[in-house]
Structures are given as C-alpha cells and as structure tokens.
C-alpha cells in the first residue's frame, strides 16, 4: 500500500507564507513526477503545481505563478509546495498526489493515482 502524508498546512495572514511537504511511504512504487492540487469549500479539486522527475520540470496554475515553488526528490518520492505572499483565495485543503500517467496531462486529476489526505491552509485577510 502506498501512502502519501503531507504536513505544514496552518492559519496565516495575507501576504505570510508557508511550506508544505509530501512524503511518501508503504510499498515502491514508480511515478512521473509529484504535484499538488488544492479544493476550497464548494469549490472542485483544482491543480496547483507539478513537477516531473525527468529534467525536474514545474508547471504552475496561473493564480500561483510566481508566488509559490515546487520542489522534489524523486528517489524518496517527496514533494514541497513554498508559498509566498499568500492571499485569502489561497484558503483550501491541499492535497499531494503522485503522477503515474505519462504525457502533457500533468494537470488533470486522472493522471494521478496516489493522493494523501489533505491539509488545511487558511490564509486571512
């Protein structure tokens, strides 16, 4: 079985940041990079930001380009989320995920197979 754990969600205000982290546990297990995906109250999971193992390549949603940075190893299958000048539409669960789908759908919830729990980030105004 394999498990995914993040950890450093909390309760900010506008313009702190924050570091999350991924890690993954249980059973090997082959991926093509890791990202994060963020779900805010009556709001579908949305894509945040990936990065794939082969040249260490990030791809950012819009709405966090040039404010968050995502990071990886992909040998312990660990993944970190940095955000900075955080804003109050930052405020949702967030989830880390392993990618096992190959190709340009990096963003899309179908690629990935793995998924942790989630942890809150709250960021006020």
């Known amino acids: 079985q394999v498990r995914l754990v993040e950890s450093g969600g909390g309760l900010v205000q506008a313009g702190d940041s924050l570091r999350l982290s991924c890690a993954a546990s249980?059973?090997?297990?082959?991926?093509?990079?890791m990202g994060w995906f963020r779900q805010a109250p009556g709001k579908e999971r949305e894509f945040v930001a990936t990065?794939?193992?082969?040249?260490?390549?990030?791809y950012y949603a819009d709405s966090v380009k040039g404010r968050f940075t995502i990071s990886g190893d992909s040998a312990k299958n660990t993944v970190s989320l940095q955000m900075n000048s955080l804003k109050p539409e930052d405020t949702a669960v967030y989830y880390c995920a392993a990618r096992i789908v190959s190709g340009s759908n990096y963003y899309t919830k179908r690629s990935y197979g793995y998924w942790g729990q989630g942890t809150q980030v709250t960021v006020s105004s």
């Open positions: 990065i794939s193992w082969i040249g260490s390549t990030t």
């Open positions: 249980g059973r090997t297990f082959s991926s093509y990079g």
